[in-house]
């Protein structure tokens, strides 16, 4: 397996910067552009002139997919480069698969949700012995902040309801600086059986997600009375690092195509405050079987046409609550429930993608010997039954004999 992936991604990057076919198979890949409407709404928007902070693993910025996209960044883990463009910790992948969900460029073989917004990079390492990952996100959101991030992509969870006080501080500071906080609410397969923080903090714009018939994801989602919205999480393609392409499940990558989304939408109406971009986002949102809220769509499932088009009234608060509220009313009470131990990073596991690599037929049944042995067992114990029957039975007692009784 592992000759087969070097040799899948040397294929790709030998051609990668030429080859039409490759562009169009890997686009092929991202249903989700034109089921959900994202390609008939880059004709309203594509994000332009708005800068997303991707918190996470750190973006391989060399890939093709997103050169050019990366404008800055930062190393919040003492690991990775300066600029943030360094993968670090496990799943170090992670990152540059969000990046290239939220804004790959149109030109390459990746399509991001906002195909000209900016990125920032804040890496970010999960699993490293030593290092406090509450801080470095907290330090990250804050970072973001004063680096003009104006959406916040936070593809992670504690796998618990609660979150530090250090997390107060950090995300009041991107509230009070009108910039959306958008996060994954989890899965399932993870182990995550309600959304977890920071999908649960008060103002985040929480994505759960769903499969291909565009149901909540057994697997790839869970359920909560925050989620926000729903969007695409199976069969995801993206960007790795190294210049392959992977598929991948989760909400982790649902959360890029949201952020995506409030990119368009900040960048079509770059005076709207943060609270009624949030307002957009679920008010225009696709509710089947529900009138205003369901545990496991949220405020439904994301549209973008209707997000930018919408006549959509506007609002004075963000409608998914208040953190300032929240510390008042209950961060006494909450410190008693806070684990610093629960936090854990994405667990998705992508598989390759490549495009060369046509699957062979499979063989006929008969042409596999493990097909073969429980008939020959079924047989041999016919002949030994028929061998004993003729051997030990009585005298007398002929098929002939016994049709004459």
């Given at each position: 397996m592992r000759k087969i992936a070097?040799?899948?991604?040397?294929?790709?990057?030998?051609?990668?910067?030429?080859?039409?076919v490759l562009a169009d198979s890997v686009r092929e890949q991202q249903y989700w552009l034109d089921d959900y409407g994202f390609a008939s709404a880059w004709e309203s928007s594509q994000g332009e002139g708005v800068k997303i902070a991707i918190i996470d693993t750190?973006?391989?910025s060399t890939h093709p997919a997103l050169q050019g996209v990366v404008v800055g960044g930062t190393d919040m883990s003492g690991l990775g480069s300066s600029d943030g463009q360094t993968p670090v910790g496990s799943n170090s992948y992670h990152g540059t698969m969000v990046a290239s969900i939220a804004a790959g460029r149109g030109e390459s073989e990746i399509i991001g949700a906002a195909p000209k917004a900016e990125l920032l990079s804040v890496s970010i390492a999960f699993g490293v012995e030593g290092l406090d990952t509450d801080s470095q996100i907290a330090n990250g959101i804050i970072w973001a902040v004063d680096n003009g991030a104006k959406v916040i992509n936070l593809s992670l969870t504690r796998n618990s309801v609660a979150w530090p006080e250090s997390w107060d501080e950090a995300f009041?500071?991107?509230?009070?600086?009108?910039?959306?906080?958008?996060?994954?609410?989890?899965?399932?397969?993870?182990?995550?059986?309600?959304?977890?923080?920071?999908?649960?903090?008060?103002?985040?714009?929480?994505?759960?997600?769903?499969?291909?018939?565009?149901?909540?994801?057994?697997?790839?989602?869970?359920?909560?009375?925050?989620?926000?919205?729903?969007?695409?999480?199976?069969?995801?393609?993206?960007?790795?690092?190294?210049?392959e392409y992977r598929m991948w499940s989760g909400t982790s990558g649902a959360t890029?195509?949201?952020?995506?989304?409030?990119?368009?939408?900040?960048?079509?109406?770059?005076?709207?405050?943060?609270?009624?971009?949030?307002?957009?986002?679920?008010?225009?949102?696709?509710?089947?079987?529900?009138?205003?809220?369901?545990?496991?769509?949220?405020?439904g499932v994301i549209n973008p046409n209707q997000a930018l088009l919408a006549e959509i009234p506007s609002v004075s608060s963000n409608p998914l609550g208040s953190l300032a509220q929240w510390i008042e009313l209950y961060r006494a009470s909450a410190e008693a429930e806070i684990d610093p131990g629960q936090l854990v990073g994405p667990v998705e596991d992508p598989t390759p993608f490549t495009v060369f690599e046509q699957p062979e037929p499979p063989l006929p049944w008969y042409a596999d010997i493990s097909n073969w042995l429980p008939l020959a067992g079924y047989a041999g114990l016919g002949l030994l039954a028929t061998f004993l029957y003729f051997a030990f039975r009585p005298a007398g007692h002929s098929p002939e004999e016994e049709k004459r009784k």
């Amino acid at each position: 397996m592992r000759k087969i992936a070097i040799l899948a991604a040397a294929l790709l990057l030998s051609i990668s910067a030429s080859s039409a076919v490759l562009a169009d198979s890997v686009r092929e890949q991202q249903y989700w552009l034109d089921d959900y409407g994202f390609a008939s709404a880059w004709e309203s928007s594509q994000g332009e002139g708005v800068k997303i902070a991707i918190i996470d693993t750190g973006i391989d910025s060399t890939h093709p997919a997103l050169q050019g996209v990366v404008v800055g960044g930062t190393d919040m883990s003492g690991l990775g480069s300066s600029d943030g463009q360094t993968p670090v910790g496990s799943n170090s992948y992670h990152g540059t698969m969000v990046a290239s969900i939220a804004a790959g460029r149109g030109e390459s073989e990746i399509i991001g949700a906002a195909p000209k917004a900016e990125l920032l990079s804040v890496s970010i390492a999960f699993g490293v012995e030593g290092l406090d990952t509450d801080s470095q996100i907290a330090n990250g959101i804050i970072w973001a902040v004063d680096n003009g991030a104006k959406v916040i992509n936070l593809s992670l969870t504690r796998n618990s309801v609660a979150w530090p006080e250090s997390w107060d501080e950090a995300f009041l500071y991107a509230f009070e600086n009108d910039v959306v906080i958008v996060a994954a609410a989890g899965n399932r397969a993870d182990g995550t059986e309600e959304v977890s923080a920071p999908a649960t903090i008060p103002g985040v714009l929480s994505v759960a997600g769903l499969d291909r018939n565009g149901v909540p994801s057994q697997d790839f989602s869970t359920d909560g009375l925050t989620i926000g919205v729903t969007a695409p999480a199976e069969d995801l393609i993206g960007a790795f690092p190294g210049g392959e392409y992977r598929m991948w499940s989760g909400t982790s990558g649902a959360t890029p195509i949201v952020s995506g989304m409030v990119a368009l939408i900040r960048s079509m109406y770059p005076e709207m405050d943060a609270s009624n971009v949030v307002n957009r986002v679920i008010s225009s949102a696709t509710r089947d079987g529900f009138e205003v809220y369901s545990t496991s769509y949220g405020h439904g499932v994301i549209n973008p046409n209707q997000a930018l088009l919408a006549e959509i009234p506007s609002v004075s608060s963000n409608p998914l609550g208040s953190l300032a509220q929240w510390i008042e009313l209950y961060r006494a009470s909450a410190e008693a429930e806070i684990d610093p131990g629960q936090l854990v990073g994405p667990v998705e596991d992508p598989t390759p993608f490549t495009v060369f690599e046509q699957p062979e037929p499979p063989l006929p049944w008969y042409a596999d010997i493990s097909n073969w042995l429980p008939l020959a067992g079924y047989a041999g114990l016919g002949l030994l039954a028929t061998f004993l029957y003729f051997a030990f039975r009585p005298a007398g007692h002929s098929p002939e004999e016994e049709k004459r009784k």
